[in-house]
Structure formats: C-alpha cells, structure tokens
C-alpha cells in the first residue's frame, strides 16, 4: 500500500526566503512521485514529477524537488520566495500497478510574508 | 485554465434534494476523476472512468451517483446527503489511466449540505 506524510500543515518564509516542504512517502514498489499546487478557489495544477531517471527534477514556477529513496522522501524546494508562491501544495504517490490511483498527503499551506 | 470545467462553482442544498455536478473536459482525454476534498484531510478519490467505464468506485455511498456519457463529460448525482458530506469536489482528467500520468483538475464545486 503507498501512503504520503507532509511535515508541517502550514509553512510560513519571507519574501526571498528558501521554500522547503517536506514529503515522505511508503511504497511497496518503485514509486511515482508528484507535488501539486492549489492556489485559492483552483483545482490542484502539477508543478513536478519524478517517474524514472534523474532524481532531481525541475518544475514550473523554480520549483524543484530531488527523490531520495534511502530516506523515502521527496522534499520541494525552491531558492527565493515569491508572493505569488502563496498556496496550497500536496505531495502525491502512485505505482504502476495502482495506476493513476494517486494517494495524496494532507496538504502544507505556505504563507509568504512581505 | 486547465481546460476542465466544473458547474456550479457553489452549491448549497438540503438533505432531501436531489442535485448534479457537472464536469466538461476539452482536452481529448480518456479518463476521468471524481475526487472529494474535505478540510483537514488528504483528497479522497471517488471514481475513476476510462473511456466511459467506470474503473474503480472507491467504496463510495450510493448517496452519490457518477454517470459518464462520453470521455468529456463526467457528472456526480447527489440525494439524500448528509451535512458531513459538504466539501470541494474535484473533477480532474487524464490521457490514460498509467501510473504516471498527469492529472489537470477543475476548479472544484463547493458543496454545502444543510
């Protein structure tokens, strides 16, 4: 069974500030990893994914998230904060054989401050 | 735009009324989502399509009904709802049903059950 834990429901930086969200994930096979983000009265939009390959993956926006199998985690992170950044992210796992099933985390609400 | 459209954006009804969600996809894909978001808890998928088959009800009450008359439609009948049944509903679609496909979400349908 594949499950996901978000540390930390809310997440607040300055302007300019490093962007770090936490993600650890369970899965019994290889994984396939997301992060999306849902900005205020929107659906959720994907930002990145890991499927295969290099474990650095770049997203939208100067978002990046690196996969790091010996810790189970798949932290996103981006350099310098923007007030647009303010939203809503979620961390999401499937497997091949769950197809796209995805199993989502709880969610970590970012706070960007002027 | 991410190219699904959910009405109505805000629904209010009460527990004895029978009511619809619609989901309109513009984007050629075969699969199709319902999933519920409700405060403090991780998205919970409710129905999967594929071209036009249900593929997966995820233990959902008869309460909510899905019909699906082609690969861009997708609706969610509601009757008899209970007042914990008031969350954001999620439509999202997808070009298949593999493990690391992209889901591109509607802006949801905010229901309230009273």
């Known amino acids: 069974a594949q499950s996901v834990t978000q540390l930390g429901s809310h997440v607040s930086v300055s302007e300019g500030a490093l962007v770090l969200l936490r993600c650890n994930y369970s899965?019994?096979?290889?994984?396939?990893l997301f992060w999306y983000v849902q900005y205020p009265n929107q659906g959720l939009q994907l930002l990145l994914k890991y499927t295969t390959g290099a474990t650095l993956v770049k997203g939208i926006n100067g978002f990046e998230a690196e996969f790091k199998k010996s810790e189970t985690s798949f932290h996103l992170t981006k350099p310098s904060a923007h007030m647009s950044d303010a939203a809503e992210y979620f961390c999401?796992?499937?497997?091949?054989?769950?197809?796209?099933?995805?199993?989502f985390g709880e969610g970590t609400q970012l706070t960007v401050n002027p | 735009e991410t190219g699904v459209t959910q009405t109505p954006r805000h629904l209010v009804m009460g527990m004895t009324n029978k009511k619809s969600l619609k989901c309109e996809q513009h984007?050629?894909?075969?699969?199709m989502y319902w999933y519920k978001q409700s405060a403090k808890k991780p998205l919970e998928l409710m129905f999967v399509?594929?071209?036009?088959?249900?593929?997966e009800n995820n233990s959902v009450p008869s309460r909510f009904s899905p019909e699906c008359p082609n690969s861009s439609h997708l609706f969610l009948h509601l009757h008899t709802l209970q007042p914990e049944d008031s969350a954001l509903y999620l439509c999202a679609s997808s070009q298949g049903v593999q493990g690391a496909e992209k889901l591109f979400f509607g802006s949801g349908t905010q229901l309230s059950v009273l």
């Open positions: 399509y594929n071209f036009k088959e249900q593929t």
């Open positions: 899965s019994s096979v290889p994984p396939y």
């Open positions: 999401a796992v499937s497997e091949e054989t769950s197809g796209s099933r995805l199993t």
């Open positions: 984007l050629g894909h075969n699969a």
